[in-house]
């Protein structure tokens, strides 16, 4: 499992890199640095079991001013985790030549592409990848990869094969049998007032990082705050508190809204207070719970 990201700064007047600590990491070619921030390592990593009431709901779409076509009950990183990969194939490649990556999506969602690492850039990677999902404003976003437990941005030109994992892109697989190698679609920088970009589906990706990020302590919140801000990710997942669909049993996992630690003693005070949390939000438009959350 994966941290929500850790990244570069920005390097321009105006836009504010989503983490202010960092730390410079040589680029394959020796031409200037990639910048990384340290992450925290946790113990114990988000777990995956979704919670009675987690899905996707496609039965009734909504198109309004905040919310996409089609939305999740519950956290989407957690989800679509559980979702098969997407396939996608670049250029006709000799079979001895083919290999296979995974790249993770802000919402959990895997794509597996199958390319030459040899002649395939990550600028090629990304173009593909934002392309099939429909992402038009994607300038704020990168391809990264673990480095020792840093997400490190690859710059646009470099050829898969000089970043992936030793083996992978041998074409010796006699000796070299298959080495899994996994990119991480991230935000990079965002601009301070948010009004400035109209896409909702931008803002959303945003949303997810930093829930992530918050989740895994690589953003560091007061725990008061933390606890406000897990009050509008449940109405922004679950949109109002329904007493008969809500208030029947839990639904939603601890370990989804707050960080490992603020919750082991007391678990179900915690809870009750975070469902106390989320039936203030009543009427606040799921949307603009993101925003605020943001």
């Not at 030793?166 to 009004?195: A, C």
Request: hydrophobic residues 35%.
């Amino acid at each position: 499992n994966i941290g929500c990201g850790t990244w570069p700064r920005a390097g321009l007047q105006g836009f504010v890199p989503t983490q202010n600590r960092g730390s410079t990491l040589p680029s394959p070619q020796g031409k200037g640095t990639l910048q990384i921030n340290r992450m925290e390592k946790k113990r114990h990593p988000v777990q995956r079991a979704p919670s009675r009431l987690y899905h996707v709901d496609r039965s009734n779409p909504r198109q309004d001013k905040y919310r996409g076509p089609t939305t999740c009950i519950g956290p989407e990183f957690v989800v679509r985790a559980a979702n098969p990969p997407r396939i996608i194939h670049i250029g006709d490649i000799k079979p001895v030549l083919r290999r296979k990556l995974v790249v993770i999506l802000l919402n959990g969602q895997k794509v597996e592409i199958t390319c030459d690492p040899s002649s395939t850039t990550a600028a090629q990677i990304f173009e593909v990848i934002v392309e099939s999902e429909g992402i038009s404003e994607n300038f704020t976003l990168g391809l990264a990869m673990l480095v020792s437990g840093d997400f490190v941005f690859l710059p646009p030109e470099v050829r898969l094969h000089k970043m992936a994992p030793s083996g992978w892109g041998n074409s010796s697989q006699k000796h070299h049998p298959y080495y899994s190698f996994t990119l991480y679609l991230k935000v990079k920088f965002f601009l301070t007032p948010l009004r400035g970009f109209r896409c909702w589906s931008w803002k959303h990706l945003l949303y997810l990082q930093l829930r992530r990020c918050l989740l895994e302590r690589q953003l560091r919140c007061e725990t008061k705050d933390m606890m406000l801000l897990a009050g509008l990710a449940l109405q922004a997942e679950f949109g109002d508190f329904n007493v008969e669909e809500h208030g029947c049993g839990d639904y939603f996992l601890l370990e989804h809204y707050l960080p490992e630690g603020m919750w082991r003693e007391g678990e179900s005070v915690v809870t009750r207070e975070l469902q106390s949390l989320h039936r203030e939000r009543q009427g606040l438009d799921p949307g603009r719970a993101e925003e605020m959350f943001v």
